[in-house]
């Protein structure tokens, strides 16, 4: 359709300026930035990959490489300052602080694992991978927050469809370092230290707030962006299995990553054709304006007598003192008050109980499968399919939490509280052991933690509003490395290196300085899962009270407030469009009377 309305010659030059601006400028695009940005910002959820050249390479023991994986963990969730960052400066600073902590953190573990440096310290590594890590917050605050500040009555599609991307990035990232550097494993940590950064850089100035209009078939539209991204994640998935099926040579590789960059950017022709039919209604509506409503140019304004009421006293108060006086539900809290309320409380220890321990199972995937004895070319297989799951759990949970919500009034802690028993089932069959079960709890696993975070992150800017919205979800997100660090280092570590320590004992053998634990049969993670799965169903316990506390709210018109504030943004922008016609017209209309007052 566009295609043809400027190949029909109708457009000169000075038209497609204004539409190449209207594209560069509109949210649409924001969106498809933000949607790049965020696929190649999840090498957190990798770890799996290049945590045994980590090991190897630098003589750690399971606990050790735990303690990093927790810390990477706490650099990935912890964003209070990327939030607080955000709050006071533009996206752009946000995005680019990030991009510099991505490249040092990461940059800083490739030089250890080369040997281009001398043998860092522990503290130093956990250091090294905090930092890289964190990294994420910055890029998930400056593109997430702009992007549900931009859609707020589509929150719950936009959080399925960018955390989404985030989940699927482990998979996208892993098919372009083996088109970069082929299979040199040490290689992924500096892929993964340049190509975040140098996105981000990329669109620095196109991420940023802009003004809501309300569209009509806005749900239409991401829904057309979310085939788009199945369409990615079918390929890749696909592409996963013949890799470790068949021998891909170097040339392979190449081609599949080019197909794999050519699907990435494939939303860029939704976005497009968008923004061509916003473009041509603003046209439209500037050469016909007798269709809509002319208002007066400066209507008499209604006297207002200032009335001191409890809430315009209140603005006055100190926060601290407004802390235990918070709004209605819904309405924006200060941050002080979203922290001390209990319905955080109660959606932080869910978070903790849930995803601390999907989060565990994901980290620990790798020696899971070495323990129970499976090949190399399987375990490899469903780590990397990981990113699939986690991918299609964060788009079923925001898309379809949000058709529920909308149609049927089904509230996002319930969906929650269903995640968390789900995940109960994938850490009890990694628990036992089960023949072949590794590949199907790989799927429960990483559906239900890529799940989590779309319905915490809604969760959260409807209960607490989106005034203070970047700190409220990096707050939340703190929650999962506190899990993880509970779960993965203090039960699975010590219980896995006990059970290594063991078998060790048993062979009549003793651990060497700098030998790494190694175990295997089902013991080694038996007793930890058990733990982990009866956390995980307090976990889901804790968050149905949220539900019962939010079921009135839950049932209410909770988007009502950003409806009404669309429709005064669109009247702004009628009035403006009317305003600029009728003054080009008196100026039209004065043109020859104004020319032969000059002649004279």
């Known amino acids: 359709m566009v295609v043809a309305e400027f190949s029909s010659g109708a457009f000169g030059s000075k038209e497609m300026r204004s539409f190449g601006l209207q594209v560069l400028h509109g949210r649409w695009f924001m969106l498809f930035a933000s ?91 956990c250091l090294y991978i905090c930092v890289g890590a964190n990294s994420q917050t910055f890029s998930n605050t400056g593109a997430v927050v702009s992007c549900v500040k931009n859609f707020p009555s589509s929150r719950g599609s936009v959080l399925g469809l960018l955390k989404g991307l985030v989940g699927l990035s482990g998979a996208i990232i892993t098919q372009l370092y083996n088109a970069f550097y082929g299979k040199d494993s040490k290689a992924l940590i500096l892929l993964i230290a340049w190509l975040p950064a140098a996105v981000s850089i990329v669109f620095l100035p196109i991420v940023r707030l802009i003004k809501t209009v309300r ?35 170097r040339m392979c590789y190449i081609g599949s990553a080019s197909v ?22 603003k046209i439209k509506a500037v050469n016909e304006p007798i269709q809509l409503k002319v208002v007066a140019e400066n209507p008499a304004p209604a006297e207002l007598v200032p009335v001191a009421t409890p809430q315009t006293q209140q603005k006055h108060n100190s926060c601290f003192q407004t802390v235990f006086k918070p709004p209605v539900r819904g309405e ?18 869910a978070t903790i109980c849930g995803v601390g321990g999907t989060l565990t199972a994901i980290d620990n995937l790798g020696q899971i499968g070495n323990s129970l004895g499976y090949p190399t070319d399987s375990i490899s297989t469903f780590i990397s399919l990981v990113s699939i799951w986690n991918y299609l759990g964060r788009v079923t949970s ?7 919500l909308k149609k049927y009034k089904f509230p996002r802690p319930l969906m929650l509280t269903l995640v968390l028993l789900l995940a109960c089932v994938g850490h ?51 929650a999962s490395p506190l899990g993880a660090y509970i779960l993965n280092v203090k039960v699975a570590g010590n219980l896995y290196d006990a059970a290594a320590l063991k078998q060790l004992k048993a062979l009549g053998k003793t651990r060497e300085a700098g030998m790494d634990l190694t175990c ?70 004065q043109g020859p009377e104004a020319d032969s007052d000059s002649k004279k």
């Open 35 to 125: 949607m790049l940005i965020l696929s190649v910002a999840g090498a957190t959820y990798i770890f799996g990959l290049y945590s045994n050249v980590i090991k190897t390479s630098l003589g750690y023991d399971q606990t050790t490489l735990n303690l990093l994986s927790f810390f990477k963990d706490l650099g990935g969730n912890v964003g209070i300052i990327a939030g607080l960052v955000n709050e006071v400066t533009g996206p752009w600073v946000v995005l680019l602080i990030g991009s510099v902590m991505n490249f040092f953190g990461y940059f800083m573990i490739w030089l250890a694992v080369t040997g281009r440096t001398s043998k860092p310290r522990v503290w130093q590594m």
């Open 215 to 249: 569209q009509p078939n806005e749900l239409r539209i991401f829904y057309n962006l979310l085939y788009v991204t199945l369409g990615l994640a079918g390929f890749l998935m696909a592409l996963i299995i013949m890799q470790h099926k068949l021998k891909f040579s």
């Open 260 to 281: 794999v960059l050519m699907l990435l950017f494939l939303p860029i022709v939704v976005v497009i054709i968008e923004e061509f039919k916003l473009w041509k209604t």
């Open 332 to 349: 924006d809290y200060t941050i002080l008050q979203a922290l001390f309320s209990i319905d955080m409380l109660i959606l932080f220890i």
């Open 398 to 404: 925001g898309f379809s939490s949000e058709v529920l």
């Open 428 to 478: 009890l069959l990694i628990a036992f052991g089960v023949p072949n079960s590794l590949y199907f709890s790989s799927v429960i696993i990483g559906f239900c933690f890529g799940a989590q975070w779309p319905l915490i992150f809604a969760i959260i800017s409807e209960l607490f509003g989106l005034k203070y919205y970047a700190t409220l979800i990096n707050f939340g997100g703190a």
């Open 520 to 589: 295997q049969g089902v013991e080694c993670y038996k007793l930890a899962f058990i733990i982990i799965a009866a956390v995980a169903l307090f976990g889901s316990l804790v968050s149905f009270i949220l539900v019962i506390r939010t079921r009135k709210f839950y049932q209410s018109d909770i988007y009502m407030k950003y409806s009404e504030e669309a429709e005064a943004a669109e009247e702004d922008l009628t009035i403006g469009t009317v305003a600029a016609d009728t003054s080009s017209s008196s100026k039209a209309a």
